[in-house]
């Protein structure tokens, strides 16, 4: 018996590389995605120090009175809504690639947080939360002794 090595077929590989530009371009690589069942989510970033976890979203568009923010000792939970404006005016569209809507997106925590003092701030469309870490999360260094 001989054994055979499976290389995938060029067609297969073509066809994904075809599929994902294709999907690429419809839904486009902005600062909202697409999560489970379609649902609108912000994209984010989550980084953590010594002291705190840090989570930045993007949400271009999104006033501040339009977000809601909320914290555990280990999930941070945003919601909020991406307004249309109000049309005074007939228009044409020609393309139309904003998306509206609410969105809600539930982001697990690398380590437990002191959630009473989290901080917001909200600049250039950028949502910053920092949370300092809980005395569990926090590292502690054991001097060695001889």
Known sequence: ??????????GLST??????????DFFGNGPFHFEREGALAPNIEVS??????????????VSQDNLQVSVTDDTLT?????????????????RREFRYGSFSRTIPLPAVVESEKAEAKL??????????????AKVK???VQA
């Open 15 to 24: 066809l994904r590389r075809d599929m994902n530009r294709l999907l690429d």
């Open 78 to 94: 945003l919601k909020g809504e991406m307004k249309e404006e109000e049309k005074k005016e007939e228009k044409n569209y020609h």
């Open 1 to 10: 018996m001989a054994l055979i090595k499976w290389e995938p077929s060029e």
């Open 141 to 143: 260094e054991i001097p």
């Open 48 to 61: 953590d120090t010594k002291e705190a976890v840090i989570v930045k979203a993007q949400v271009p568009g």
């Open 123 to 136: 600049k250039d469309g950028v949502l910053e939360i920092t949370m300092p870490k809980g005395e569990k």
